[in-house]
């Protein structure tokens, strides 16, 4: 069965749900998700996980495509990225280094001082490793009001060196989006949005070879509107 808009595997359910793999694993094994096991591996139908969910209290955001991303403005990864900047060549032996860095280089509009937001990314990182794989870590607070913000803000930031996160997939990291927003159904709908990104051919290649702010802007731009672009479909 090939995976369409309407069916999801097991790293899409836990991105969307917030939890590590091997919860939905584990679920899946104890039969207590709907599910359906293909030649593929387990697939989700999206309107029976959206249903499942709710009826146990769950938040999850809109499943997307490749093809579509979250509609809401305040979700944009552009406008996200515009707040939160870029930084390259981040130093980094591990993981704790690494968060220690991104937390000195972090800037908000409330003052935060920078071990105050190590402990909350550490907090985060503890529950279950943010690497979602392909040499990409999202990490993020464990409390989304820990660190005020009016707005979304992801800051992305290229690594030194490739650094092990424990991803689902063993790959070493060298892509961070450090990601923080005013609520939890803000930061939801900023995942499935860059999930939707991280889905399309060619776009991590493309960030990987930039060099410049401007040209990561550039490249998160194009891809944005081009699957707003095919969301909206023909005139």
Known sequence: MPKSS????????ARLLQIP??????????????????????????????AWARSHELAMARPCSPEEGCMDEDTLLT?????????????????????DAVSRHLRFEFAM??????????????LASTG????????????????KVSRPQVTLCYLRQAVDFAAVDGRPVDL??????PDSRTHL????????????????????????????????RKAEKAIRLQADGPE
């Open 113 to 126: 001082p920078p071990e105050r937001i190590l402990e909350e990314l550490l907090a985060r990182e503890e």
């Open 189 to 220: 709908g900023l995942l499935s949005r860059l999930g939707c990104l991280l889905r399309r051919e060619h776009f991590l290649s493309d960030l990987r070879g930039c060099r410049s702010e401007g040209e990561v802007m550039n490249v998160v």
């Open 176 to 181: 961070l989006f450090a990601m923080f927003s």
């Open 79 to 99: 406008q996200a990225l515009t707040a939160g900047g870029v930084i390259f060549d981040l130093e980094g032996s591990d993981i704790y280094l690494v968060l």
């Open 6 to 13: 309407s069916w999801l595997d097991v790293a899409d359910v």
């Open 132 to 147: 979602i794989g392909r040499g990409v870590a999202i990490p993020h607070p464990r409390n989304m009001s820990a660190i």
């Open 21 to 50: 793999v091997v919860k939905v694993q584990r679920w899946v094994h104890q039969g207590k998700i709907p599910c359906k096991f293909t030649r593929e591996g387990v697939r989700f139908r999206s309107e029976e996980l959206s």
